[in-house]
Structures are given as structure tokens and as C-alpha cells.
């Protein structure tokens, strides 16, 4: 993947910190004192068996659900009751295990939606084809198109992007997220139905993301994956950290062990 024809992606990553963080749903206990702490440069994997609250984890830092204690912070400051799309305008970006392209517009349509917060002028400017709207607009497009570039997906540019295979939405989805320049970009699942040549993709890119100082953190359950990609590793089961650290040290430890085979194992 080649530099020349995109932006860069962020100015900056932040670091994000969920403390001790409890929810429950009708009294079962679906995170108990859950901490994660999120770095710029580092690839964050979030991992675990069925059931063990890897996506409600993720629920909670973007905003969709609200922890019955504990806090978010992002940079220091407390978004814990912050909604979702005001975490997305600090920089705080997800994408999901089902993509969720506009299937009808096509793949630069969508990036071009994706950054029109970008391009904002004032509304009499824009009205009246100012010279500066027009830059930011062109900037816009060219990011646009540099973007699907580096995805591997410029070819299909003007395809309808509901004619996109699984892995394709997938590459399509973290280029809409990166058109707003996020500062932490949250992937759940990024391989779930992805061929092993999209996967490669999406783990050369996910590596190049946070050389770049981006802060990147994903929910897998492909351990290849986790192994090739992730410079650190957060185990949970039934709502609790069980070990975190490096791929070998996470899962050369008893109770990860326990966790994914049985005890018995």
C-alpha cells in the first residue's frame, strides 16, 4: 500500500481508559470491574470466549450502552455519559461485525457522505461556489478516492457498494470510519466472514494505522489473527479481565486456558 494518494489519516491518537466498569442486564452481570486502557500506536485485542462481554465492553467505550458504575475517560476527561456521536466527533470511532454500508450509493459515495464534516463552509459560501468551498470539497473527493485506494477497493469506486462481497463492506466500513480522521478506531470482529486475502489486507492496514499513531483496539475470535496483529492482549470471561499482556504471555496462562477449553482441559 502506497502513501501517495491519501492524507494522513490522524493528527493524533488518544488514549482511552474504561475503570472498573459494571453492567448488568435484569440483574445478570454482564461486566464486573472492567478496566481497559487503550494507547496511540498500539493495536489493542480484545478477546475471549462466547458470552464473555468482549462487544458489550466495546458497547460501553463508544457510547451505546451506559455502565451501572464505573467511568470512560478519553484523554483524561470523563465521556462516560457521553452519547455516541459526540464521541465520534473527539475521534472516537466504531465499526461493527455487520458492516453497515448505504447499499445503494456507490463505494465513493459513501466516503464522500462519510466526509462531508469536512468540507464545512458557510451556508452562504457553499451557496455561492466560493473559491474555498470548492478546495475543501476537491480535498474531500481526493481523500475519498485515496482512501479506496489503500483499502484495495479504487476499482470498484462507482459499484453500488451493496455489490460488495462480506470482507469488501468490511474494508469499505474502516474507510468511512477513517474519512473523519478519527483518534481511536474500534473494529468488532473485523474478520468475521472475510476471506484470508481480504484478512491480510485488513491486518496490513490495521498494523500501518497505528505505525501511523493512530489508537486501534479489535473484538476477534481469529487467534491468527490476534497473534499477527495485536501488540497487546486483553483476555475476558464472564464480564472480568482475566490476563492481559503480550500474545504469548495472555495465552500461556492457566486461567485463559481454562476459559476456552474447560477446566477439565
Known sequence: MTGAMYDQISSKGATLEARNIDLSFGGVAALVR???????????????????????LMDVIGGRLRPDSGEVRLDGADISRMPPHRRARLGLLRTFQI????????????LLLAGQGRAIEH???????????RRAEAAVAARAHGLLERVGLVGQADLPAGALSGGQKKLLEVARALMVSP?????????????????????DLTRDLAREGLTVAFVEHDMDFVQNVADHVVVLAEGQVLASGSFAEVTGTRDVIDAYLGRAA
Open 183 to 203: 483518534r481511536i478506531l474500534v473494529l468488532d470482529e473485523p474478520t468475521a466472514g472475510v476471506s484470508p486475502p481480504l484478512a491480510r489486507v485488513l491486518a
Open 123 to 133: 451556508p452562504l459560501a457553499a451557496l455561492a461556489g466560493g473559491r474555498r468551498h
Open 99 to 110: 458492516a453497515r454500508e448505504l447499499e445503494g450509493l456507490t463505494l465513493f459515495e459513501n
Open 34 to 56: 472492567c478496566s481497559l486502557r487503550l494507547e496511540p500506536g498500539r493495536v489493542t485485542a480484545v478477546i475471549g470466549p462466547n458470552g464473555a462481554g468482549k462487544t458489550t
